[in-house]
């Protein structure tokens, strides 16, 4: 494809220049339409993120082990795709962090490799682990780059998941402990923001009663017909249980040990949706606030209220462990922030019949059926629904007093293909963007926005079918290499304060056909 990239990246930047000279030009539509970069505050940061094991391949080099997602990927699960390359980003990390400066970001979100910088998951430090976060995090920062941190996304050390099972087991509270100093104290002089784990209620659903996410366990009836012998039952509240009293540990080790010299922010990740009621009805309103009690709730409630949410205590009976006095009290008000992953909205409606049986999971326990208007598999691209967003912030705010926020992850989703004019993804950012800025203006205490991904990179659900990422890699290229899509001149311009509308030329690309074709 080199010939073309570089005829396209040619036109590219001839567009950019156009586009900054003509601001002027523009036709203001109204507060959501038109906006920039100014009208939001100046501390608000703009970034975009990635995670370790969907990056940095390298996965057994410099002394890092397996962790349950390199697992998960060699059972098969991913068509025999696997993170064992990536977009080789353990080598590549200096012109990455140059692409990252380039394209004009303010922060950067990426993940800790446990099993790179801890290999038997407790005990000794691999000093190329420490290297490699060290150089990574001085490299940001030399480029004046915010470091925002992942302490967790999917990758526990499997050397503990196979000693006692990892999460199911309490005692992965005290190794992660354990973790987590080591990089408060390595790196926390560096990094202000530490998210202690990434879509908490997605691991445990995925990977405890569904099956689809690592390390993939689940119980029949329930979760893929494949996976590792668990307890959909029992294990998804077990293992969020585990998740909430290692959080809270973590906030209270950072903030007895570390804040008052580091003043830095520890928050958690949660995955979600906006829900609407699919009709009017009682039963489906009330069925709506249960699935966000369910899948929000279930963490957010115990972080701001000390406890779960009535609903799910009530459904889930005596499978959802309890919390104790001094629990409940260390876990209410344990965070300086609440991240959030968001893409899509679905529909929700009442399934009370799920309801009948005592063999229940987490889904039946819920006792909903989520209708989504497009197609919620990827790489189908998802329905571009700003107003989704908007709502979830308004709801956030009211719900449980108006944290602070981060919209950790938010983007399109397409095949990934080596397609560079992803017009679509420009279409969703802006529209996502601007609803963001609707809701700050209307009292939302969001603190800063990510774009998922910064890369095409190994995905969670589809190893390398689909892509979010402003920059593509290309697989069949020795070298990875890295080419920006028309979202990452886009997102450039923005951060550069050009005015965005809905006649951005990005978005009316005349020759867009021709580009396409000739790529
Ligand atoms: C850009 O938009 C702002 C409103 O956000 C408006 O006040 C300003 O006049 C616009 N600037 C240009 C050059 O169009
Ligand atoms: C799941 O765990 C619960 C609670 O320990 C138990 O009652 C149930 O029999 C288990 N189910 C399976 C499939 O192992
Ligand atoms: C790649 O995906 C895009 C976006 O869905 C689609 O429009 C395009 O036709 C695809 N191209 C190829 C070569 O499959
Ligand atoms: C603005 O905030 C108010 C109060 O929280 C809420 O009732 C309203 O729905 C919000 N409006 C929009 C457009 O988000």
Not at 41 to 68: H, K, M, N, W
Not at 124 to 146: A, T
Not at 326 to 346: A, P, Q, V
């Amino acid at each position: 494809m080199s010939n073309s990239t570089v005829y396209l990246q040619f036109l590219l930047l001839l567009l950019r220049v156009l586009v900054i000279g003509n601001v002027g030009l523009f036709i203001v539509n109204g507060v959501v339409d038109e906006y920039r970069r100014d009208d939001f505050p100046a501390e608000f940061v703009f970034g975009s993120g990635t995670s370790a094991y969907q990056v940095e391949g390298a996965v057994l080099e410099d002394g890092r082990s397996f962790s349950i997602w390199d697992t998960f990927a060699h059972s098969g699960y991913y068509d025999g795709a696997n993170g064992d390359v990536a977009c080789d980003g353990y080598h590549k990390y200096k012109e990455d962090i140059q692409l990252i400066a380039d394209t004009g970001l303010e922060a950067y979100r990426f993940s800790i490799s446990w099993s790179r910088l801890i290999p038997n998951g407790r005990g000794s430090v691999n000093v190329k682990g420490l290297q490699y976060y060290n150089n990574f995090i001085n490299e940001l920062v030399s480029h004046g780059i915010q470091p925002h941190v992942t302490l967790f996304h999917d990758d526990l050390p499997q050397i503990l998941e196979d000693e006692y099972g990892g999460w199911i087991s309490r005692k992965a509270v005290k190794d992660y402990l354990a973790y987590v100093d080591v990089c408060f104290r390595e790196f926390g002089d560096r990094v202000l923001h530490w998210t202690t784990f990434n879509e908490a209620n997605v691991f445990s659903l995925g990977g405890y009663d569904l099956g689809f996410t690592p390390p993939g366990r689940c119980s029949s009836p329930f979760g893929v017909a494949n996976c590792i012998n668990g307890n959909s039952s029992y294990e998804p509240y077990l293992v969020a249980h585990h998740l909430l009293l290692a959080h809270a540990s973590a906030v209270r080790l950072y903030r007895k040990k570390y804040q008052a010299r580091q003043h830095g922010f520890v928050g958690i990740n949660v995955f979600s949706y906006w829900f609407e009621p699919y009709t009017n009805t009682m039963e489906d309103l009330k069925a709506t606030q249960r699935a966000n009690d369910f899948y929000v709730g279930w963490f957010v409630n115990p972080l701001v209220n000390g406890d779960y949410p009535e609903i799910v205590k009530k459904n889930a009976g005596n499978r959802i462990p309890t919390f104790t006095k001094l629990e409940s009290e260390r876990i209410k008000g344990s965070f300086d922030f609440i991240g959030i992953n968001h893409y899509n909205t679905l529909h929700v409606k009442d399934n009370p019949s799920s309801l009948e049986t005592d063999t229940r999971d987490f889904i039946a326990d819920m006792a909903t059926t989520l209708i989504y208007s497009g197609s919620d598999i990827p790489p189908t691209q998802f329905l571009v629904e700003p107003l989704g967003l908007q709502k979830l912030l308004t709801y956030m705010k009211e719900e449980y007093g108006n944290p602070p926020i981060y919209i950790h992850e938010n983007g399109q989703v397409q095949p990934r293909n080596g397609t560079l004019i992803d017009t679509p993804r420009v279409e969703y950012l802006r529209a996502y963007i601007g609803a963001l800025l609707d809701a700050l203006r209307n009292g939302s205490n969001t603190r800063g926005y990510f774009v998922w991904s910064f890369f095409d990179l190994f995905e969670l659900m589809d190893g390398y079918k689909s892509g979010y990422g402003m920059y593509y890699v290309d697989l069949n290229d020795k070298e990875l290499t890295r080419y920006p899509k028309l979202s990452a001149h886009w997102y450039t311009s923005f951060l550069e304060g050009k005015n965005i509308s809905q006649d951005d030329i990005f978005l009316n690309l005349e020759a867009k056909e021709t580009l396409s074709s000739s790529h």
